[in-house]
DNA sequence: CAAAACAATGTTATAATGTATCAAATTTTA
DNA sequence: TAAAATTTGATACATTATAACATTGTTTTG
C-alpha cells in the first residue's frame, strides 16, 4: 500500500480552456432548465471565476470587470453571485471570503473542498463518505442538516518541496 | 432502529455557570502549560465568549467590552481573540465571522461543528468518523493537511417545530 | 401593441469585519 | 535596576458586504 498511486488533482495540467468553456456550457444548459435568466453581467463573472480555480474576491471580480469597460459597483457584483449561488453554479469559500467555480454543478451535492495554502488551488472533492459520516454523526444529535462547509486546507500535491 | 435515542445536546439543559467556569479553569491550566499569558484582558474576552454557546462577532465582544468600563477599539479584541486562536481555547465560525468557546480545549482535535439556524447555538462535535473519512479522501489526491473547517448548519433537535 | 408587472441593473451611501502602524505601558529577563 | 520583550492603547485605514431607491430592460397580459 505504500507505494499506491495518488488521484491525479482533477484541476492540475488539463486543457483549462476546455475545462472554462464547458462550466460556462454547463451553466447555459442549467439556468435554462431553470428558467433562470444567465444574463451578460452574470455570464461575465461567471467567466471571470472560471479564469482558474482559484477562489476569487469579490473585489477581485469587481476590478476584472471595471477593466471591461466602465467601472461596476459592489452591488453588482454581489447581485451576481448571489445568482450564481443560488443556481449552483459557484461555491462561497467561507474562510476566505472567496468565490470559486463550481465543478459538478451537474448534479446536487455539498461543497466539499481542499484548499492549497501555497498556490491557492481549491479542488472540489465529492466524498460520500464523508458526507455519510457527517450525516450519521448528526443523526445521533437529532440535527437536521440544511448545508455543509467543508474546507480542509493544507499543501496540494504540487506543493509539497518538503 | 426507528426509536433510537438520539445523544442529547451537551451544550443544552446544562449548568451552564459550571460550564462556563469549567472553561476558564481549563483555560488557565493550559496557558501555564504553555507558558502563555491568561492576561485579565484575554480572560475577561474568554468569559464574555462563553456567557453562550453561540457564536459572537468580533464587535459584539468589543460592545461588551465596553460596557465594563472603558471602550475598547477593535484591536485590542483581535488581538485577544488571536490569542484564545493560538492557544485553541476558541474556534472561529468561518460561515459565521464569529468564534465560540472550545468545548475540547484540554486535547488536540480539529474544529468540527453543528450550527443552528434558529437558536444559533454550535454544537462542538468530535467525530472520528467524519476526520478519518477526510484523511482518506486527502491521501487520495495526495493533499497534506493542515487544518479543517467542518461547519455543519441545519436545525438542532429543539428547534425543530415541524 | 400598450400598459402593467416583474426582473435586472445603476448609483450612492453606509454597515460590518478586520488590519497596519506606532506610541505607551507593563512584564520578564539579565 | 536597566534592557529586552511582550502587551496594550490609539488612530487610521483596508476589506468585505448590504440597504435603499432610481432607472432600465424584459415579460406578461389585456
Redo the contacts between chains.
Sequence with gaps: MANQK??P?PCRDHDHDKCMSDAIQRARQICQANNARLTPIRERVLELIWQSHNPLGAYDILAMLGNDGKPAAPPTVYRALDFLLAQGLVHRI??QNAFVGCSLSSHPHVSQF?L??DCGVA?E?E?P??T???A??????????????????????CC?HD
Design positions: 495518488t488521484t488533482i467561507a474562510s481542499l492549497c495554502r479542488i472533492i466524498a463518505a464523508i455519510k459520516a457527517i450519521h454523526n448528526a443523526d445521533q444529535y437529532g440535527f437536521r442538516i440544511d448545508n455543509e462547509t467543508i474546507e480542509i486546507s493544507g499543501l496540494c500535491q509539497q
